[in-house]
């Protein structure tokens, strides 16, 4: 089976910066390669519902959230099975669980997902 395992969350002051990784390891990715599957991010703040933040195709074509454009950054590296998130100018408000997803459907891939790391912002 597919596991996805997300590092890089932890506290950061307002206006600081973090990297996300999501790697995908198993025997198989359903009889397809990493390069051929979307992904995606995707925050739960406290008390609200997941959103979607950002997503890369299969053909490296990029879609993000509106409340993180010119601040977020995707990006996949095939060779090492990676998702990247780099998170500039952090905000308060950006404080949530990030998880990565990996799919099919693009933007909003769904297929498999990631527990998920913290990401804590501070005034």
């Known amino acids: 089976q597919v596991q996805l395992v997300e590092s890089g969350g932890g506290l950061v002051e307002a206006g600081g910066s973090l990297r996300l990784s999501c790697t995908a390891s198993?025997?198989?990715?359903?009889?397809?390669?990493?390069?051929?599957?979307?992904m995606g991010w995707f925050r739960r703040a406290p008390g609200k519902e997941r959103e979607f933040v950002a997503a890369i195709s299969s053909g490296g074509i990029i879609y993000y959230a509106d409340f993180v454009k010119g601040r977020f950054r995707i990006s996949r590296d095939n060779a090492k099975n990676t998702v990247y998130l780099q998170m500039n100018s952090l905000k308060p408000e950006d404080t949530a669980v990030y998880s990565c997803a990996m799919g099919r459907d693009y933007p909003r891939p769904n297929d498999y997902w990631g527990q998920g790391t913290q990401v804590t912002v501070s005034t």
């Open positions: 198993g025997r198989t990715f359903s009889g397809r390669t990493f390069s051929s599957y979307a």
